[in-house]
């Protein structure tokens, strides 16, 4: 299986530094807000604002941070964990497409954001593929995004989330 994209690896990369920063921040200041803005913290990673913003918005539904009147509250738990795993969510599909849609549903499967590997097989699925991403949440999205790709040409969808354990930095 190949690894996630340049794009993608950059993207988690960043997220994690974003949570690597607010997560110092707290620490040093022992407080669970952030005064760092979104403009600062680009400016300390090299980064655009509207990376950061991605980042952020990543880091909220994940729950690591929530905003209140203008103000970031940190759950330094969250960051701990984020800054702690290596970035890599996978789940695996299996299909059964079908009949006359398996070639192309393949194909279909194969152009879509996070999708590392899709291959046809024999059995009661005829197509598998794994999906990767930076966290469960976006992952989540990316499955959804590919399994609607494919939806009316397939009769049975099976998920198989590979376990966090596998994804967590030793």
């Not at 918005?57 to 795993?85: P, W, Y």
Request: proline share 1%; with cysteine.
């Amino acid at each position: 299986m190949k690894a996630l994209s340049d794009s993608q690896t950059e993207l988690c990369g960043i997220r994690t530094r974003v949570a690597g920063v607010l997560l110092q921040q707290a620490r040093a200041a022992g407080a669970s807000q952030s005064g760092l803005s979104q403009s600062g913290m680009a400016a300390m990673l090299g980064v655009s604002r509207n990376t950061v913003n991605d980042s952020l918005v990543s880091l909220q539904s994940a729950g690591a941070v929530r905003f209140e009147r203008h103000r970031m509250i940190i759950n330094i738990d969250t960051l701990e964990r984020i800054v702690m795993k290596t970035g890599v969510a996978r789940a695996y599909v299996l299909l059964r497409t079908r009949e006359g849609d398996l070639a192309e549903t393949t194909a279909i499967v194969r152009r879509q954001p996070g999708v590392v590997m899709a291959d046809q097989i024999e059995g009661a699925a005829d197509v598998i593929f794994a999906v990767q991403a930076c966290d469960r949440e976006s992952l989540a999205a990316l499955m959804v995004r590919a399994i609607a790709a494919v939806e009316d040409r397939t009769e049975d969808i099976q998920l198989m989330p590979a376990r966090e354990e596998s994804f967590v930095s030793q």
